[in-house]
Structures are given as structure tokens and as C-alpha cells.
């Protein structure tokens, strides 16, 4: 594990791009989505080309036919730094025994 270098990021997807790329992914077109999901095809469209916001419903509708969590749709470039999460959860919730095993949760 020594040889592991985190790999750079080199651009940002929007929410939209996040959801056309599982789309893909999973080889399904706008259609197909739409027939699995009951959202339009022409919503799904917009939302890809971010001209309408995603919403948590149609997040959790879309996550569920595309088989991920909504999180990955709807916070595509989101990054924490686990140890900072850590420290902040100690902080607010004191640190106590069940605050400890919430952090090992692993």
C-alpha cells in the first residue's frame, strides 16, 4: 500500500453530469430511465443538462432504478477528510463510549 498515490482530480461534474454518467454507465438511455423511474423523459433531459434542480424525491426515485445512493447523484464532488469528521463529531456529541464505537463503525 505504500506504492498508493490518490489519484488528482481533474474537473468537477455537476449533478446533472452525475446523473447521465451512472445513466451510462449502466447502459440505459433517457427512456429507459424514464420507463423505470415514472419521471419523464423530457424531466430527465433537463436534470441531465442541469436546467432543473434534481430534488430529493427524484434523487431517491433515480438512485433506486440506478441501483446507488442518492448522495452519489446529488453530491457528485463531495470530499471530507475522515479524521476532521471525526473531531467535529467528538466535539459536538462529547466523547463519550457510543460516540467512539459510531466512529468505528468501518
Known sequence: MKDYR??????????GESVRIVRELQELSQNDLAHLTGIPQSTLSAI???????GVER?????????CHPA?????????NQEDA????????GN???????????
Open 6 to 15: 490518490k489519484a488528482k482530480k481533474t474537473t468537477d461534474v455537476s449533478v
Open 48 to 54: 441531465e443538462n442541469n436546467r432543473i434542480s434534481l
Open 59 to 67: 434523487a431517491k426515485v433515480l438512485a433506486r432504478a440506478l441501483h
Open 72 to 80: 452519489v447523484l446529488v453530491f457528485p464532488g463531495w470530499e471530507t
Open 86 to 93: 471525526a473531531k467535529r463529531l467528538l466535539s459536538t456529541t
Open 96 to 106: 463519550t463510549r457510543s460516540s467512539q464505537r459510531a466512529l468505528r463503525h468501518d
